[in-house]
């Protein structure tokens, strides 16, 4: 397990630092940021703050269990990995309602999809997640562990009880709410998208939020395909006295599952967003060379060329749309 979260840990900071750097890259470059733009960095920055907190648990998992750093730290981290389960997920539902209004009423609303509304969003997101967590911020601890080390985890007062009401809390909160609302608003785009004889009013436009949309899709089935398993086997734990080494086995395959969900998100931009792509090629480009992107072809695309030295920075111009990470709160089990 600790192998495992380290190339975990390693292949996220670096896969969710470039997606930091190309957003900001592009700011220093005066170029306006999209909707979507807002989405990507803060769910980069929920992963990274997570994984930066990573081989704090991987020292844990190495000392079988103890922990070094304090009870201050304890509560620091634990806080993080529930914070990221909230913030991820609800972050995804809002660029969900968004895919809606961009693909379903593109002209109607789009005064409320601004930068400054999705940034006003995802900051009502983090305040919910901050207040959410109010249980990890309380409970969490150090306890004493049987050779006389200490260990780092969620004392709830009543175990018997508490664990089964904080468990339900857990996956209504951070799982199954939001993904019902995920599921019902993709279905209304698709309902649309299926429905829909007029074309939008810019072909170009239908082109980039098709585009937009099925990377969000793919965003939300890698969330669902990461941590569905540990949510559901969180439920059957409720029901298991003694775990068998079987389930004990499962159970960790599921929470990597979930950690590795904080670094497929980099990935499935640069696969599936040819946006990302170029904007990544520009703020890494060397200072004495410039790009500029060529007029749209007839499908849509575009083309990246090298342009004279000669050429200004000013007239580097690019368009188009850029695009979880939850960690579970571990209650100690006796």
Excluded at 272 to 277: A, D, G, V
Aim: aromatic content about 12%; charged content about 10%.
């Amino acid at each position: 397990m600790p192998s495992i979260f380290g190339v975990i840990c390693v292949f996220g900071i670096f896969g969710n630092s470039i997606v930091i750097y190309t957003i900001v890259k592009k700011t220093k470059s005066c170029s306006q940021h999209t909707v979507p733009d807002i989405f990507i960095f803060s769910l980069s920055i929920a992963d990274l703050l997570f994984l930066l907190g990573m081989p704090f648990l991987i020292h844990q998992l190495v000392g079988n269990g103890s922990w070094c750093f304090g009870g201050t730290m304890c509560t620091v981290i634990t806080a993080l990995d529930s914070n990221s389960q909230i913030v991820s997920t609800y972050i995804l539902t809002v660029m969900t309602l968004d895919r809606y209004l961009a693909t379903v009423h593109p002209i109607r609303f789009k005064h409320i999809r601004t930068p400054f509304v999705a940034g006003a969003a995802v900051a009502l997101v983090w305040a919910f997640s901050l207040v959410s967590i109010t249980p990890v911020w309380m409970y969490t601890g150090l306890m004493r562990l049987k050779d006389g080390s200490v260990g780092c985890a969620l004392l709830l007062p009543n175990p018997a009880t508490d664990t089964y009401w904080f468990t339900l809390y857990q996956f209504f909160l951070a799982f199954a709410l939001p993904w019902v609302v995920i599921c019902g608003v993709f279905f209304k785009i698709l309902q649309n998208m299926s429905a829909t004889v007029a074309p939008l009013p810019q072909r170009s436009l239908r082109v980039r939020t098709r585009k937009v949309t099925r990377m969000a899709v793919a965003i939300c089935l890698a969330f669902f395909t990461c941590w569905a398993p540990y949510y559901i086997l969180q439920l059957v734990h409720l029901g298991v006295q003694r775990p068998t080494f079987a389930f004990l086995y499962a159970y960790n395959i599921a929470i990597s599952m979930g950690y590795a969900n904080s670094c497929i998100n980099p990935f499935i931009y640069i696969v599936l967003s040819e946006t990302f792509k170029r904007q990544f090629i520009v703020a890494i480009r060397p200072s004495h060379r410039a790009f500029r992107v060529a007029p749209a072809l007839a499908d849509g695309s575009m083309s990246l060329r090298m342009a004279p030295d000669s050429l200004h920075p000013s007239h580097l111009h690019s368009s188009g749309e850029l695009l979880q990470n939850m960690l579970p709160v571990t209650v100690a089990v006796h």
